[in-house]
């Protein structure tokens, strides 16, 4: 069956950096587009990024130049690497299958203090 794993996520200080990735089995992941989302408590989710099965990305505007969403076929893993991280980047983070995200992982918590 189709499961997505989620890890990475952590506590760090404003202007850190963490790699959050994500593990895919069950199906032929190098045939699909994959994203990451987030959601904060008390807003709605939102797409952060996201890469298609020829590695071309896409980024929402408020990580661009900060974040890097890239993706190993070999390992079936799809990372996010987070840089100068913002307090209001704070929210569990989940990636999803497909350009219809079919498919959602749990999610890891991000959380970043000021």
């Known amino acids: 069956q189709v499961q997505l794993v989620e890890s990475g996520g952590g506590l760090v200080e404003a202007g850190g950096s963490l790699r959050l990735a994500c593990a895919a089995s069950g199906f032929t992941f190098s045939s699909f587009f994959m994203s990451w989302h987030r959601h904060a408590p008390g807003k709605e989710r939102e797409l952060v990024a996201g890469?298609?099965?020829?590695?071309?990305?896409n980024y929402a505007d408020f990580v661009k130049g900060r974040f890097t969403i890239s993706r190993d076929n070999a390992k079936n893993t799809v990372y996010l690497q987070m840089n100068s991280l913002k307090p209001e980047d704070t929210a569990v983070y989940y990636c999803?299958?497909?350009?219809?995200?079919?498919?959602w992982g749990q999610g890891t918590q991000v959380t970043v203090s000021s």
């Open positions: 890469i298609d099965r020829s590695g071309n990305t």
């Open positions: 999803a299958r497909g350009v219809v995200m079919d498919y």
